[in-house]
């Protein structure tokens, strides 16, 4: 559905020397896939999304939606798109922002109002419809701009930090509305710093650093299979006797400790050991994610810090 092949993009500059922004990235993303997107500041993230909406032309390669052109396609299909920041005019309420950006989404008037509608109800903001912009929090604009990107509810959906400001009790139901969308016909990108609500929500994650692409991690089920490098030990009884079970424990207070993993066998017999010896564990759990751990292997293995969005 998406495909980058072999895509560079160059910023060029009367003043300054060139920035590569993203070298030789190729990435296809299937129908009715979940992509996740991660980096470090200055990974690229934000010039691959610009050169998938077709803001930028790619200086080399291609960038295809369903085997089209980005504008031309988003021209004639759409495409659902949350930016990073929301600005709209902080004047305009919330009813009447997402009634304009309807009209500018060429939705018919006919179906305009009910799917306005339908997002505020999605989104819980009905409450808020008759405020100004200028009054809502950070969230409640998040969850705005959320709105506006499902008015169309549209095949590609591209989603930049989409949780960014928003609450706990918003951020789990945020990963709810992503498994409704969920659809053999829809193909989703969400680009985000959050490596735990990528794992969660995402089939795959492109970690992307110094504008290359440095891996693809299949999210769906790895975290179960594999053993994590490094675990979070908690014990009610026998802190004394961590150290001789695992040799290499860090304590990180209150009866916790950091504890090696790597190979399950090992892990096991220690683990036995202790609780041979008096032990008695309360909590055993991974120190990162398995997303997290390829992450940072994936950034430290890549060598230079990271350049430019």
Not at 31 to 39: F, N
Not at 281 to 308: D, K
Request: proline share 5%.
């Amino acid at each position: 559905m998406i495909a980058f092949d072999s895509v560079s993009k160059t910023y060029t500059s009367l003043f300054r020397p060139p920035v590569r922004a993203v070298e030789e990235f190729t990435l296809t993303i299937g129908r009715g896939e979940i992509m996740g997107l991660a980096g470090p500041n200055g990974a690229g993230k934000s010039t691959l999304i610009s050169l998938l909406l077709g803001y930028l032309p790619p200086t080399t390669g291609r960038v295809t939606i369903a085997d089209s052109a980005p504008r031309p396609y988003i021209e004639r299909h759409g495409i659902g798109y949350l930016s990073e920041l929301i600005t709209l005019n902080p004047q305009w309420t919330l009813e009447g922002a997402l009634e304009r950006l309807a009209v500018l989404a060429g939705l018919p008037a006919t179906t305009a109002r009910e799917r306005v509608e339908a997002v505020i109800d999605e989104l819980g903001i009905g409450e808020h419809r008759g405020k100004k912009l200028k009054a809502l929090s950070k969230g409640n604009l998040q969850r705005l701009g959320l709105a506006q990107a499902l008015l169309r509810n549209e095949e590609v959906l591209i989603l930049d930090e989409p949780t960014h400001g928003l609450d706990p009790v918003w951020t789990q139901r945020f990963r709810d509305l992503v498994q409704r969308l969920r659809s053999p016909e829809r193909t989703m990108l969400i680009a985000s710093h959050n490596l735990d609500e990528l794992e969660r929500l995402c089939d795959r994650v492109a970690i992307i650093d110094r504008g290359r692409l440095q891996r693809v991690v299949d999210t769906r089920g790895a975290a179960s299979r594999d053993v994590a490098a490094s675990y979070h030990l908690t014990v009610a009884a026998g802190s004394e006797l961590v150290a001789d079970a695992f040799p290499a424990a860090r304590s990180i207070g209150d009866g916790r400790f950091e504890i090696e993993g790597g190979d399950a066998a090992a892990l096991n017999r220690r683990l036995a050991d202790f609780l041979a010896r008096g032990g008695q564990i309360t909590a055993l759990i991974p120190a990162h994610s398995g997303l997290e751990a390829q992450f940072r292997e994936a950034v430290r293995s890549s060598g230079e810090p990271s350049r430019a969005e």
